[in-house]
């Protein structure tokens, strides 16, 4: 049971090139403008993998829904944390716990729920007006780690639409996935359009717009800027994976590392970008796109490495090997990669 909590941990934030082997894994998903650093970690207590918060010089575990296992995904700038937490309740599969949306606010721990029609959830971002966005989704019932329908929702903290979880729709196909949305309440994923494709969407004002892609068939859109940058990963022509911007109506494929893949997890107010890439050894590899140029951040002594988030000071939080095989949380500062542990 203990490793199918962990695949599904993984799986849920898009992590497949996580060393498989890994036996202690720690993930920072996400650091916001004060400093403070969300994620989780493998224990060895009762809960084998749990949430945290790190902030001023303390950890804060995340409690779950009576299952096994949460793990923090998105934060804002007041410390208002989101994820999904395992309830005690068991997949029609027989093989997952129900997993549902938290948020995490003033040491309270409260269950979004789920959209009409749908037992899952999970929260990616709060932006500081308290507005959380995430999906909703239903797992297959014929076998684990299969989603068989999504939707995207918003849910507001505060304010006339308080404690309601609303249904974002599609670009005219069948799913959606809200991954990210900025100060401004402009949000973007991925969504399937009318012709059965899955494209990055912007959604602003309530108007859905499809960004396309590289030329190939399949886009996504993982975070935007105060500024209005979008990152994430498109398809080429020829079936190769990239990490994109999209700025100004024009999506730009961003450098490589010289390999199959790239992917944009985030991106900062100063245009800074983060993600992996794929060196020509076949190494994964954190990358920081600045100015145009494409930095590998190194690892913690392995060959695989991540970043998923970057605040305004530039510092970066993500995931990486060990020397000894293991996987480790992160954060870089000032050209220095910190070994964060097998928190908490």
Same mark, same amino acid.
């Given at each position: 049971?203990?490793?199918?909590?962990?695949?599904?941990?993984?799986?849920?934030?898009?992590?497949?090139?996580?060393?498989?082997?890994?036996?202690?894994?720690?993930?920072?998903?996400?650091?916001?403008?004060?400093?403070?650093?969300?994620?989780?970690?493998?224990?060895?207590?009762?809960?084998?993998?749990?949430?945290?918060?790190?902030?001023?010089?303390?950890?804060?575990?995340?409690?779950?829904?009576?299952?096994?296992?949460?793990?923090?995904?998105?934060?804002?700038?007041?410390?208002?944390?989101?994820?999904?937490?395992?309830?005690?309740?068991?997949?029609?599969?027989?093989?997952?716990?129900?997993?549902?949306?938290?948020?995490?606010?003033?040491?309270?721990?409260?269950?979004?729920?789920?959209?009409?029609?749908?037992?899952? #959830?999970? %929260?990616?971002? @709060? &932006? *500081?007006?308290? =507005? !959380? +966005?995430?999906?909703?989704? $239903?797992? /297959?019932?014929?076998?684990?780690?299969?989603?068989?329908?999504?939707?995207?929702?918003?849910?507001?903290?505060?304010?006339?639409?308080?404690?309601?979880?609303?249904?974002?729709?599609?670009?005219?196909?069948?799913? #959606?996935? %809200?991954?990210? @949305? &900025? *100060?401004?309440? =402009? !949000? +973007?994923?991925?969504?399937? $359009?009318? /012709?059965?494709?899955?494209?990055?969407?912007?959604?602003?004002?309530?108007?859905?717009?499809?960004?396309?892609?590289?030329?190939?068939?399949?886009?996504?859109?993982?975070?935007?800027?105060?500024?209005?940058?979008?990152?994430?990963?498109?398809?080429?022509?020829?079936?190769?994976?990239?990490?994109?911007?999209?700025?100004?109506?024009?999506?730009?494929?961003?450098?490589?590392?010289?390999?199959?893949?790239?992917?944009?997890?985030?991106?900062?107010?100063?245009?800074?970008?983060?993600?992996?890439?794929?060196?020509?050894?076949?190494?994964?590899?954190?990358?920081?796109?600045?100015?145009?140029?494409?930095?590998?951040?190194?690892?913690?002594?392995?060959?695989?490495?991540?970043?998923?988030?970057?605040?305004?000071?530039?510092?970066?939080?993500?995931?990486?090997?060990?020397?000894?095989?293991?996987?480790?949380?992160?954060?870089?500062?000032?050209?220095?990669?910190?070994?964060?542990?097998?928190?908490?």
């Amino acid at each position: 049971m203990f490793r199918t909590i962990l695949f599904r941990a993984l799986l849920v934030v898009f992590l497949l090139s996580t060393p498989a082997y890994a036996q202690e894994l720690s993930t920072a998903a996400t650091i916001n403008n004060r400093g403070d650093i969300a994620g989780g970690s493998t224990t060895s207590g009762p809960n084998p993998f749990v949430g945290w918060v790190i902030g001023n010089k303390s950890i804060e575990t995340i409690d779950t829904f009576g299952g096994p296992a949460a793990l923090a995904y998105g934060m804002n700038d007041r410390g208002d944390v989101v994820g999904q937490s395992d309830t005690a309740a068991i997949e029609a599969n027989g093989e997952e716990f129900i997993s549902q949306a938290f948020l995490l606010r003033h040491g309270v721990v409260t269950n979004l729920g789920t959209l009409p029609g749908f037992n899952n #959830s999970q %929260a990616y971002a @709060i &932006n *500081n007006g308290g =507005t !959380i +966005v995430g999906w909703s989704y $239903n797992e /297959s019932p014929l076998g684990p780690f299969t989603v068989q329908t999504y939707h995207a929702f918003a849910y507001d903290v505060t304010g006339r639409d308080a404690g309601v979880m609303r249904d974002l729709g599609t670009l005219g196909g069948s799913t #959606s996935i %809200a991954f990210n @949305i &900025n *100060n401004a309440g =402009t !949000i +973007v994923g991925r969504s399937r $359009n009318a /012709s059965g494709q899955d494209h990055a969407f912007v959604l602003a004002g309530g108007v859905y717009t499809d960004l396309g892609t590289l030329g190939g068939t399949f886009s996504e859109a993982r975070a935007i800027s105060d500024t209005g940058v979008i990152v994430g990963m498109a398809r080429t022509a020829t079936g190769v994976r990239r990490a994109f911007a999209y700025a100004r109506g024009v999506m730009t494929e961003l450098a490589s590392l010289g390999g199959s893949l790239s992917r944009a997890f985030d991106v900062n107010n100063n245009g800074d970008i983060v993600g992996q890439a794929v060196n020509t050894s076949g190494e994964i590899r954190a990358v920081l796109w600045r100015n145009g140029t494409i930095i590998d951040l190194g690892t913690l002594g392995g060959g695989y490495a991540t970043a998923l988030s970057i605040n305004d000071r530039g510092e970066i939080v993500g995931e990486a090997e060990t020397a000894t095989g293991d996987v480790h949380a992160f954060v870089w500062r000032n050209g220095v990669m910190t070994d964060l542990g097998a928190l908490p």
